[in-house]
Every structure is written in C-alpha cells, then in structure tokens.
C-alpha cells in the first residue's frame, strides 16, 4: 500500500498555531494583569498552556489522518467494520475542527473587542460553531457506532436500558449548564469595556440555539460511550485493546467538552471571581484531558491500522 504523506497534516497544526499567534498580537492593549506579575510568570504560563494545547491539536490531527488511513486499510482488507469507522472518522475530524477552530474564532473575536456590532456577530458565531460543530460530530459517531453494533453478535438492549443510562445524566448536565448560564450577568451585556458578553443572545434564543443542541450533543455523546462499551465486549480478545483506548479517549473528549461549555456558561466577570488558581486547574484540567484523549484516540487508530494491515496481508 502506498505511503500516505503527513505533511499537510502537520502544516494544517503550523499553520493553525501560526494564525492564532498573529491574532494574540493584534488584540488591542487592556489591563488584563491586575494582579501585576512578573513577565517571566507570564512567560511560564504562557508556555505551560500552549505547549500542552499544540500537543492536543497535533495529536487530534494525526487521530483524524490515522481513522482516514485505518478506513483506507480496512477497506482493502474487506473488513466488515470499515463504514463504521468511516462514520467514526468523520467526526473525530469534525472534533479537531471545533478543537481548532473555536480558539481562533475567539481570538479573532477579540480582536474586535472595541467594535461593538462585529464583536457581536463574532462572539455569536463562535458559541454557534462550538455548538453545532461536536452535535454534528457525535451525530457521525452515533451513526458509526450503530453500524459497528450491528456487525457485532452484541446482545440487544432493552427500551429502558437504551434510555436511562443516557436521559438521567443529559438531565444533570443541562440543569447544571442552564443554572450557569442563566445567572451569569454577563450573558448579553458587559459591564467592563475590556470584557465582551457571553452570547449577546436573548434568553430564549440562548436556550433554543445553545442549551437545547448541547443537551442532544451530550444525550449522543453518552449513546456513543454506550455503544462502544457494548461493542467491546463483543470483539476477539485482539481488538479490544485497541477499541477500550478509543472508548478512553472518547471519555475524556466528552468530559473537556462539558468543562469549556460551563467556563463559556461562567463568563468572564465570574470566572475572575472564583479566583486565579482555580480558574487555571480548570483551564489545566481541560488542556490536558484534549491531550490525553486524543493521544488515546491516536493509539486506538494507530493498533487497529497494523490488525487491518495484518489482515489485508494474510488475505493476500
């Protein structure tokens, strides 16, 4: 099998990192270092949070390039499930773009911070894209994952166990976004010339564009997780290992997910309540739960490319 080039994968990351460095510098100037520290803090921080967030988007890229490549492979190898991994790699890309592309929507949002209507539409945009874009991810996965369910001799599942394990969590998890974003002050206007609303968005139109979407985006995201579990238990012993890493990585993609929803739910004037550290645990917590997932999702693709390889050469 021909060699697969990688390096648009890597120049789509250089390129990525390199336009989200050009938009940081043309922020407009604010005083956003109340507590005065020094440049060489500043420094550290800054390097202990891209590094880690260049290493999740390098990773999530090669996870999306080696599912294209496993899908290649698996097709070749007349394996019976490669559609279903198409529909898996379809959106764990779709995952990466929103992992991409929301940063540099925000930061390209900022830059406009003085510019009241274009900020506007930009701030609106960018809750949109980061909500739309993981919806129709999951909608992918869950298709793929049904299609893996049915090649499987997986026992079937009950109404009420299709519906519990996935209605009583969405539950939590929209009460508790709803409770955050509905009491933040600044979810339409901004009372800090430096800081912009959450979402601008009428009440209404918050729960119908964004509350709504993120609860199907959990409800799929949990079905997903589900139907992996299941669909593990039904694989020969030397698959497993390789789809129960995808099942991690898919873990820990859902739980970063939850917490950058409820830091944008917060807003800014609140997060700068629950004080400095706190608020860098968290942003440390959801930097390195991307990287670990997608280092497991990468590891997922990566073992089950070398079983279909070995496959298509047997076959052969």
């Known amino acids: 099998m021909k060699k697969a080039k990688k390096w648009p994968y890597v120049a789509l990351v250089v390129v990525a990192l390199g336009v989200s460095a050009v938009l940081d510098r043309l922020k407009p100037a604010t005083n956003n270092n109340p507590q005065q520290f020094s440049a060489v803090i500043i420094a550290i921080l800054a390097v202990t949070i891209i590094v880690p967030y260049l290493a999740a988007w390098a990773l999530g890229v090669m996870s999306w390039f080696s599912f294209n490549q496993l899908v290649k492979s698996g097709r070749s190898a007349q394996w019976p499930y490669a559609d279903g991994f198409r529909f898996i790699a379809n959106g764990v890309g779709l995952l990466v773009l929103d992992l991409i592309g929301s940063p540099l929507l925000s930061s390209a949002r900022d830059i406009f911070l003085h510019h009241h209507i274009v900020a506007m539409y930009l701030t609106i945009a960018t809750n949109l894209f980061h909500v739309l874009v993981p919806l129709l991810a999951f909608v992918f996965m869950y298709k793929g994952t049904k299609h893996l369910l049915s090649h499987s001799n997986n026992y079937g599942a009950g109404f009420s166990d299709k519906l519990l394990p996935v209605l009583m969590p969405t539950i939590i998890f929209v009460m508790f976004f709803s409770l955050l974003v509905f009491r933040s002050p600044m979810r339409q206007i901004s009372f800090n010339p430096n800081q912009l609303p959450s979402y601008y968005l009428p009440d209404f139109l918050i729960l119908l564009l964004v509350v709504v979407p993120l609860a199907v985006t959990w409800a799929l995201s949990l079905r997903v997780i589900l139907n992996t579990e299941r669909f593990v238990h039904s694989l020969p012993h030397d698959l497993r290992p390789s789809v129960v890493r995808f099942f991690y990585g898919l873990s820990a993609v859902i739980s970063s997910s939850i917490i950058v929803q409820a830091l944008t739910a917060l807003g800014t ?45 047997e076959t052969n």
């Open 269 to 313: 004037q609140q997060l700068q309540e629950i004080g400095l550290a706190l608020a860098l645990v968290v942003l440390y917590l959801f930097i390195g739960l991307q990287a670990v997932a997608y280092g497991f999702i990468y590891r997922s693709a990566q073992g089950l490319r070398k079983l279909t390889r070995r496959s298509a050469h």
